[in-house]
């Protein structure tokens, strides 16, 4: 496993600035303003049959502001400012709960994303999960996931999310370097990591998950086997690892831009790729599975991801809070993107809704699709069960230039990437796009 000279480098393999993940379909640039009153009509449809329903709350509160972050966040807001958002968002549940999409029915899952969830104290926390226990019962959630920063948890607050009823614990680590933190914007330090692993192990969360990132700036070789014997040595129960892309909306970019370069200050994706093989290699020499692209677990019939799983299968969700996105009945839609504009529209007594689009039959099909080869594998018969599609017939030129690349095997069933086509998937899913999204950009 070798880092190349940038002169070695192939320019498509070269890390450029734009978007890399692909997270949903059709592209979110397609989404606009004026379809909002689409996500408006989808509330007022009751929900299909056996759907799951998924709550997503956004809080966007930072120590600091990563310089590879690409998220809606704020390291400006003080207490008051914060509660008042916190308040908007049950205030926005409240909303929903109100529509006849819920159908009487109770969250699967819930989801802390952001920014920071541990950013915000003990007290905001339990006020926040309170308000929207009264509004949606969390009886029948089977995983609620909350996002922490090491810097920021304290064992009362440890405490406090557990007894709060979180199952699945993660924990951004990214590196466990303090160098390569440090000049990656990350506000906690290597200290931190170790004491904050330990006690959330001791306490007996059902999950911890540890979220590493191949390809920060001055990530070296030696530097990423060492992140990965660490987190080996640490034992969670799922391991989480992105390849480091460059968004436009990026501190990084916007050093780029200035100095005019074209190619970002990280790995290039063959090497990324490589440090991710690897990973994956050492990860089931001590006993982990690879699970995605993108994780590895301890134990496959304990250890699962039910917010990945379920929207990758339809599962409606809804997403509170600033710039959140929501998936219900087939309709996406983006809540207001600015602080201002997100509280003063709950305010107003109205959704905060920014944008939407609703799919057609084709496009929840490839959704779907594209989706679920991020696991490696797509089961055939599922696609025509639910869509009435043989997905080898329909896709059958793009899955032919996967299996003529190498990546791609079929039989009767399923269609199955290897793991070289796995390491790349993000980049191979745009095969399946309708060409008028192939060209555009994507967020």
């Known amino acids: ?52 329903l998924g709550i997503y709350l956004h809080i966007p509160f930072c120590r600091k502001r990563c310089h590879f972050c690409y998220f809606k966040v704020y390291t400006d807001k003080n207490a008051d400012e914060i509660e008042g958002y916190l308040d908007a968002a049950i205030q926005e549940l409240t909303l929903y709960s109100q529509k006849p999409f819920i159908g ?93 692993y330990q006690y959330a192990r001791s306490i007996g969360f059902p999950q911890i998950n540890i979220d590493l990132i191949a390809g920060m700036m001055g990530e070296t070789n030696g530097n990423w086997r060492d992140c990965v014997q660490k987190t080996i040595a640490l034992g969670p129960d799922s391991i989480t690892i992105y ?88 309709t996406h839609f983006q809540n207001e993107h600015e602080f201002e504009s997100y509280i003063a529209k709950l305010r107003q007594g109205a959704l905060p809704i920014f944008r939407a689009l609703t799919t057609t039959e084709e496009e929840r099909v490839i959704r779907e699709l594209i989706l679920q080869m991020k696991l490696g594998r797509v089961h055939r018969p599922y696609f025509e069960r639910k869509f009435g599609v043989d997905v080898e017939k329909r896709f059958a030129a793009p899955l032919g230039r996967l299996r003529d690349q190498g990546f791609l095997t079929a039989d009767q069933n399923s269609l199955r990437l290897n793991r070289d086509g796995l390491l790349q998937v993000d980049k191979l899913l745009h095969e399946f796009f309708l060409p008028e999204h192939r060209s555009a950009r994507y967020a």
């Open 1 to 52: 496993m070798t880092t190349e000279s940038p002169k070695d480098v192939r320019p498509e393999e070269a890390t450029a600035a734009g978007n890399y993940f692909v997270s949903n379909y059709p592209p979110y640039s397609f989404w606009t303003r004026e379809r909002a009153h689409e996500a408006l009509a989808a509330l007022d449809r009751a929900p299909a049959p056996d759907t799951p």
């Open 243 to 330: 390849q480091m892309e460059i968004p436009y909306n990026t501190t990084i970019f916007k050093e780029m831009k200035v100095l005019g370069q074209t190619v970002a200050p990280v790995a290039d994706w063959r090497t990324k790729r490589a440090w991710v093989d690897y990973a994956f290699a050492e990860f089931e020499k001590a006993g982990y599975t690879v699970a995605s692209a993108y994780a590895a677990v301890k134990d496959p019939s304990r250890t699962r991801f039910l917010y990945r799983d379920l929207l990758w299968t339809g599962a409606d969700m809804i997403g509170l809070g600033v710039s959140s996105f929501s998936h219900v009945g087939g």
């Open 104 to 196: 009487g029915r109770k969250p699967k899952f819930i989801y802390f994303g952001g920014g920071t969830p541990s950013y915000i104290s003990s007290r905001q926390i339990t006020h926040i999960v309170d308000g929207m226990k009264r509004l949606l019962s969390w009886d029948e959630a089977e995983e609620v996931t909350f996002e922490c920063e090491p810097g920021t948890l304290t064992e009362p607050k440890l405490s406090a999310i557990k007894d709060l009823g979180v199952t699945r614990l993660s924990l951004g680590i990214e590196n466990f370097d303090d160098q390569i933190l440090q000049v990656n914007g990350r506000a906690h330090g290597s200290r931190e990591i170790d004491r904050t």
